[in-house]
C-alpha cells in the first residue's frame, strides 16, 4: 500500500489519456484517493482545476477508483456531459476492462463469477461481503498468462465487471480463492509497504456519441505491476 503525493498541474495533464468537448480519461495512480477524505490529505479531485483546458470549469467524476486501484477513470467536462455519462455508468453501457495479478488462480482458462454482494458490517463503511440477499454482482474473467516469482503461483487475468458494485473484483476474487496480489482488504497484502494492490483499470470504452463508434481508452500498465506481469508473460506492452 502506498500513499501518492498532491499532484501538480503538470503531473496531472501529463496523466491525461484522451480528452475531447465532453469528457477526460486519465490515468489515475494507485495510492491516490479520488476525493478528499474527512481528515483532508492529497487526493485527486484537488488538482482536477488544471483540468479545464479553457472551459470556466474543472471536470467532475462520472464514476470512482478505490485509492490503490490505478488506470483510466473518466472526467464529465460540463454538467450535461457528466449527466450523460453517470447514465451510461448505471445502464452498464461502458465496457471495462481490469488487469489484476491474484495469487494462485482458476484452473479453467475463463468463466464468470455470479456472487451477490452485502455490507461486511455498519462499521466498515464501504468493505463488502458474498451476501445471498445481497445484490447482484456478476464478473466475467479470462486468463492471459500465468507465472511464478520464487515459490509463489500467480495469474494474470482480465476482468470485466457486468454490474458496478463497490469492490466488486476484489471480493469475487477473494471468495474464490485467489485474491488479488497486495489486496490489504480482502487478501493476504500487507497493512503498509508493498505490494501494493494489483488492480488496473486498464480499458475503458464509452459509447458517447450515438453515431460513432465507442471511445476507447487503455491505460499503460503501472510501475508496481510489471515484475508480477512480466513473470506472468505480459510483453511489456
Not at 464529465?76 to 495469487?103: D, Q
Request: net charge positive; aromatic share 6%; charged share 25%.
Amino acid at each position: 500500500m502506498i500513499d501518492v503525493p498532491q499532484l501538480s498541474a503538470e503531473d496531472i495533464q501529463a496523466r491525461v489519456l484522451h480528452r475531447d468537448g465532453l469528457m477526460l480519461v486519465i490515468d489515475k495512480p494507485a495510492g491516490l484517493p479520488v476525493h478528499r477524505g474527512p481528515k483532508g490529505g492529497a487526493n485527486l479531485e484537488a488538482s482536477f482545476d488544471a483540468l479545464r483546458f479553457g472551459l470556466p470549469r474543472p471536470p467532475v467524476l462520472a464514476h470512482r477508483l478505490d485509492k490503490d486501484t490505478s488506470g483510466c477513470l473518466v472526467l464529465g467536462r460540463h454538467r450535461k456531459a457528466t449527466a450523460s455519462l453517470g447514465l451510461l455508468f448505471k445502464h452498464g453501457r461502458i465496457s471495462k476492462t481490469y488487469w489484476t495479478v491474484v495469487e494462485g488462480g482458476p484452473t479453467e482458462d475463463e468463466g464468470t463469477i455470479d456472487l451477490a454482494l452485502g455490507r461486511l458490517n455498519a462499521e466498515r463503511g464501504w468493505w463488502q461481503k458474498p451476501d445471498p440477499d445481497g445484490q447482484k454482482a456478476v464478473t466475467n474473467w479470462k486468463v492471459l498468462g500465468r507465472g511464478q516469482i520464487l515459490t509463489q503461483d500467480l495469474t494474470w487475468l482480465a476482468m470485466e465487471p457486468v454490474t458496478g458494485r463497490t469492490h466488486q473484483l476484489r471480493v469475487h476474487s477473494s471468495a474464490t480463492g485467489w485474491p488479488i496480489v497486495g489486496d490489504n482488504i480482502y487478501g493476504n497484502g500487507p497493512r503498509f509497504g508493498e505490494p501494493t494492490l494489483h488492480l488496473h483499470s486498464r480499458e475503458i470504452g464509452i459509447p458517447i456519441s450515438r453515431n460513432k463508434d465507442p471511445v476507447r481508452v487503455v491505460a499503460p500498465v503501472p510501475q508496481h505491476m510489471q515484475d508480477r506481469l512480466l513473470a506472468c508473460g505480459w510483453n511489456g506492452e
